[in-house]
């Protein structure tokens, strides 16, 4: 028997067809549907992130990864035990990573590092995924030189809408790189194998960061913009209350207020004025209390309250390191 069925979701209604196959019908679409979004991963090896893409294990710590080679699949939530660079080349759906989201392009390149959580949103359309990957395990650079400078590359540290953005020339030099370590990877493995793997990510690693200055250049509008928001937000915190009842502001709460990583909107900032983020906020600081100095209705104490600082003889100290006055000699001075 056929009866009448209204799919809602679409305001479809099927009559020739019988009820208990479109019922079953919606039933697999519906359950298919749920376990999509319920998938997720846990790479803490490298061949878990091999097997999941289709791909030969040649080196137990260290792959080069073609996506192309997977099978098509939908989005989903993935932990990473593994440091992994990604130039993907297909859009897949937004990533969502910690509070913000990340709209892959074409030809940029993410970076994430042990312990991130990457979260794909569209957990219900197939794609075929393209692009290429490094994906490393943190054991394989202990004891070369790239163990002691792997902290330092803070772009591992971004957010995922602070990608990097490459030109073509720079995709060249990418993929020149990973060729490289895939080259080593498919010669037998000897004493000189991992210093020589490592050594090729770390010169990869190097050229991200040439890029990557390269990006703030490019972007030197947006970047103004940044430090003139950075600059009245400065401003704005030192003309309320904030000091006196939060105390003096980190460089992490005006990155969390201009929606940037604290790594990103310190590199940022260097860049473009040559002083660290929590220099050009302790300079701030010294501006404002050397006004405030001038008022002789307040002793010192009541300055370093009204600035935030928790002991008046933390900022005396650091008023004498940056003017080379105490604050009661500038005040006499003057």
């Not at 030099?173 to 004493?191: G, H």
């Not at 010294?286 to 009541?302: G, M, R, V, W």
Request: glycine residues 6%.
């Amino acid at each position: 028997m056929s009866i009448p069925i209204t799919d809602f979701t679409t305001n479809i209604t099927y009559w020739d067809v019988p009820a208990g196959i479109v019922i079953a019908e919606r039933l697999i679409l519906y359950k298919q549907k749920i376990i999509a979004m319920e998938q997720a991963y846990n790479f803490d090896t490298v061949n878990q992130y091999n097997a999941f893409n289709d791909h030969e294990t040649l080196h137990p710590l260290v792959s080069i990864v073609d996506f192309s080679k997977a099978k098509k699949r939908t989005g989903s939530r993935m932990t990473f035990g593994l440091y992994c660079i990604f130039l993907k080349e297909v859009h897949c759906g937004d990533l969502k990573y910690g509070c913000n989201y990340y709209d892959y392009e074409e030809g940029t390149l993410v970076f994430i590092s042990p312990g991130q959580v990457i979260d794909v949103e569209n957990k219900v359309d197939y794609y075929q995924p393209m692009g290429h990957g490094l994906v490393f395990h943190p054991d394989l650079v202990k004891g070369t030189s790239l163990a002691k400078s792997l902290n330092e590359y803070s772009f591992f540290s971004y957010n995922t809408n602070e990608a990097l953005h490459l030109s073509e020339k720079e995709r060249k030099t990418v993929f020149d790189c990973f060729s490289k370590i895939e080259n080593e990877l498919s010669q037998p493995v000897d004493k000189h194998s991992k210093k020589l793997i490592a050594s090729n990510i770390e010169l990869f690693l190097n050229y991200c960061e040439r890029f990557y200055d390269r990006q703030f250049i490019t972007r030197e509008n947006i970047n103004k913009g940044i430090l003139e928001k950075f600059e009245a937000l400065l401003n704005s915190y030192f003309g309320s209350e904030k000091p006196y009842n939060i105390g003096l502001p980190s460089v992490a709460y005006f990155a969390d207020e201009l929606h940037l990583s604290a790594n990103y909107f310190g590199d940022l900032i260097k860049k473009e004025t040559g002083k660290t983020a929590q220099e050009y906020i302790q300079n701030k600081i010294i501006d404002i209390a050397k006004n405030k100095i001038f008022d002789t209705n307040k002793n010192i104490n009541e300055i370093a309250f009204e600035l935030g600082f928790k002991y008046p003889q933390h900022f005396s100290r650091l008023f004498k390191q940056r003017v080379g006055y105490t604050p009661n000699e500038y005040r006499n001075l003057n």
